[in-house]
């Protein structure tokens, strides 16, 4: 098997596109069960601090309990969680109770698979491509419960950081110099961004987890990349951000996730970063 991967472009893709269809699958887990996870957590340190018992003493983490409808109750069984397929041919639809599934479930799924395969026919079989996919799963989840809570959670974004320096050892995307020197400038990019808004303003115009996210994508990339990052999330946002301003659907003072604009960036600096500078570069020389 693994000389037909390492033999066969198209095998490869395929593997890896199924794989992301699958962890997909699993990613929706993470994105509904994380942040409610985080929150059992938290009341239950207040609950210790101030000697309660804690409200929710059943087992909840990202195995149990078992998947289920939130409308009925029903279990989801294993022929309605095949990624992707099971949701066509349910129609969209709880196979018990008929209530609507949110379109969310396969499009997690589907651009996971996508995403995957894509990032096998652009490194080749070998380790960039691996880690390549751990990247895009981590950005995954982050954008949709960032999308969700305005959270960054801290047990994905710094396993993503030290994976990052981890994988830099032997220079898979930079040098390890790069890569800590990335990790250290893009926290205090964005910390200093946050300070100097928050003292023009008075107010905090960004959270803790957007810097962690770009300290982590700077140890994955290295510093280099981080200004095409940070631009092209901005530019993203700002466009986000008025759109949905001007179609009445946020207020000027609600505030909108900046995560999900980071990640995209990483993603485009991924696979397009070294070419889109050179020739940002050369069109500045020019």
Not at 51 to 57: F, I, N, R, S, T
Not at 214 to 235: F, H
Request: contains cysteine; aromatic residues 12%; glycine residues 10%.
């Amino acid at each position: 098997m693994f000389e037909l991967l390492q033999s066969s472009p198209a095998a490869f893709i395929g593997v890896c596109a199924v794989l992301g269809l699958l962890v997909g699958s699993f990613l929706n887990v993470v994105i509904h069960r994380l942040p409610r996870m985080m929150e059992r957590e938290w009341r239950a340190q207040c609950a210790e601090l101030s000697g309660e018992v804690p409200a929710d003493a059943q087992p909840y983490n990202l195995t149990v309990p078992r998947s289920a409808c939130p409308h009925c109750g029903h279990a989801i069984g294993a022929r309605e969680n095949i990624p992707v397929l099971s949701y066509l041919m349910l129609g969209g639809r709880c196979r018990a109770c008929a209530a609507p599934i949110s379109l969310r479930y396969p499009l997690v799924e589907l651009v996971s698979g996508v995403l995957c395969g894509f990032a096998a026919w652009h490194f080749g079989f070998g380790w960039a491509a691996v880690a390549a996919m751990l990247f895009i799963w981590a950005l995954l989840a982050l954008t949709f419960i960032d999308f969700d809570t305005q959270l960054l959670p801290d047990d994905i974004t710094l396993p993503l950081l030290w994976l990052g320096l981890l994988f830099n050892l032997n220079g898979l995307y930079t040098d390890l110099a790069s890569a800590v020197i990335g990790a250290l400038a893009g926290y205090l990019a964005l910390w200093g961004v946050f300070w100097l808004f928050k003292l023009a303003t008075g107010k905090e115009g960004m959270g803790y987890g957007d810097f962690k996210l770009l300290a982590a994508i700077g140890a994955w990339l290295g510093w280099q990349i981080l200004p095409l990052v940070i631009l092209l999330s901005s530019l993203v946002g700002a466009v986000v951000g008025i759109a949905l301003i001007v179609a009445a659907r946020h207020g000027r003072n609600v505030p909108i996730p900046f995560g999900p604009y980071l990640a995209g960036g990483g993603l485009i600096a991924l696979f397009w970063g070294a070419e889109l500078t050179q020739r940002y570069l050369q069109l500045v020389a020019a």
